[in-house]
């Protein structure tokens, strides 16, 4: 496995939070780094205002993952279920690819997330004529919770890496 992100080393000031404000919801949320080197994606979903997301994300130079099989995360959560998403530029809006993962309270998960089962999305729906996530071209990496479950929520993040296709 290659290690993308190590949140020991990493500034959180290299992720953005985006939430549903920027179509009238009220959700909220903020990343921290923890005092074990990891960081916590919290905060409160709301569903008011036809909201419903909260999410942060960093914007990389294009990371060519060419031969990896995909994506795995070291997380532990909630007991909720989020999403990877992956984007293929670096513009604040536009198509990701996104993979479901579900968590279970307070314990600590390894998740695979192969490349082929990323799903293209745009706004909630899946936009038409889109391919399959080219690994690599990837400028974005992201978390969102989307789950249509009003209340606070919390994912604390070890790290995030790629895992090489076997010969």
């Known amino acids: 496995m290659k290690v993308l992100i190590d949140f020991s080393t990493l500034r959180v000031g290299d992720w953005t939070i985006v939430n549903d404000g ?82 279970t309270a307070g314990e600590w998960t390894e998740v695979f997330m192969p490349f082929s089962e990323f799903r293209p999305t745009f706004r909630g729906r899946v936009p038409k004529g889109m391919g399959p996530l080219d690994p690599s071209s990837i400028r974005q990496i992201g978390f969102l919770i989307g789950d249509k479950v009003e209340g606070p929520f919390e994912l604390e993040i070890s790290w995030i890496g790629a895992l090489q296709r076997r010969p």
Request: no cysteine.
């Open 22 to 103: 920027v179509m009238g919801g009220r959700s909220a949320s903020n990343l921290e780094l923890t005092d074990a080197g990891t960081v916590s994606f919290s905060g409160y979903l709301s569903l008011a205002n036809n909201g419903g997301f909260a999410s942060t994300r960093a914007i990389f130079d294009y990371l060519d993952l060419t031969g990896f099989a995909g994506i795995a995360i070291r997380v532990k959560g909630d007991g909720r279920s989020y999403q990877l998403r992956i984007r293929t530029n670096g513009r604040f809006d536009g198509v990701a690819y996104a993979h479901g993962f579900s968590t």
